[in-house]
């Protein structure tokens, strides 16, 4: 058996250890900025196929499910708040799913992915209209209608400089005052929809977040990464 490291030896390892977590910060920071300021295409998401992007998670689209239909079903519950979404607007929507949060154990125990579909739907209501949509939400089960939005903008996106364009556009409205809740909200949520863009690339949504325009807008959209 090997000997037990003495108290000096922990205390002289110390300052290697506690020197790991920095050095791994600045290589993954050298790494996004380096991706960041480079003037050629970024790399295709490992996630897709035959070199196309290929979302995780599909357009939202309308149908007659009720929520008279669903008793403990999520993906029925998630549809048919969707469906309200859509027909009457996201904020009837999320008023009832407010109220069937407070009784229902099914949609407490999924209301972020629930609220994910209400914004997913509104954004197709207002035609893609990311500020519009923004405007109309609320932050409940953990700000999932604005994380929904997101996650549904970059369908049918297939190049990279495409991808990097269409980020920088996004948040862009008259409806988001600059470096607001509703702007951070955005921009986090950006995080959230290139990761499921891109097959879960992490490397690549953290390039495409570094190409943004501010420090500020870099920062918020790589916290969304990490779901």
Same mark, same amino acid.
């Given at each position: ?5 003495? &108290?000096?030896? #922990? #205390? ?5 250890? #506690?020197?790991? *977590?920095? $050095? ?17 295409? #970024? *790399?295709?998401?490992?996630?897709? $196929? ?20 669903? &008793? ?67 932050? !409940? ?15 049918? $996106?297939?190049? !990279? ?39 879960? @690339?992490? *490397? ?12 500020? @807008? ?10």
């Amino acid at each position: 058996m090997g000997s037990t490291p003495t &108290r000096g030896t #922990l #205390l002289r390892a110390l300052p290697f250890v #506690l020197a790991v *977590p920095v $050095i791994v910060g600045v290589a993954v920071a050298y790494l996004v900025l380096s991706a960041g300021g480079q003037g050629g295409p #970024l *790399p295709v998401a490992q996630g897709s $196929i035959g070199g196309m992007f290929h979302p995780v998670a599909g357009e939202f689209e309308p149908d007659t499910t009720t929520l008279e239909d669903c &008793r403990a079903d999520t993906g029925c519950l998630m549809q048919a708040f969707g469906n309200i979404a859509y027909r009457r607007g996201p904020k009837p929507a999320l008023a009832l799913f407010e109220e069937r949060l407070a009784t229902d154990p099914e949609v407490e125990k999924n209301c972020h992915r629930i609220v994910h579909t209400i914004g997913s739907a509104a954004f197709k209501r207002y035609r893609g209209s990311v500020a519009r949509t923004f405007s109309q939400g609320s932050a !409940t089960c953990v700000s999932g209608y604005y994380h929904g939005i997101l996650e549904r903008a970059f369908l049918g $996106i297939s190049s !990279t400089a495409h991808l990097v364009a269409v980020a920088r556009s996004l948040c862009a409205g008259g409806d988001l005052r600059r470096r607001g809740f509703l702007d951070y909200q955005c921009r986090h949520g950006l995080g959230h929809g290139l990761m499921i863009q891109t097959g879960y @690339d992490l *490397p690549l949504t953290l390039s495409v977040c570094a190409r943004l325009g501010t420090g500020w @807008d870099r920062k918020a959209c790589a916290s969304g990464s990490f779901m």
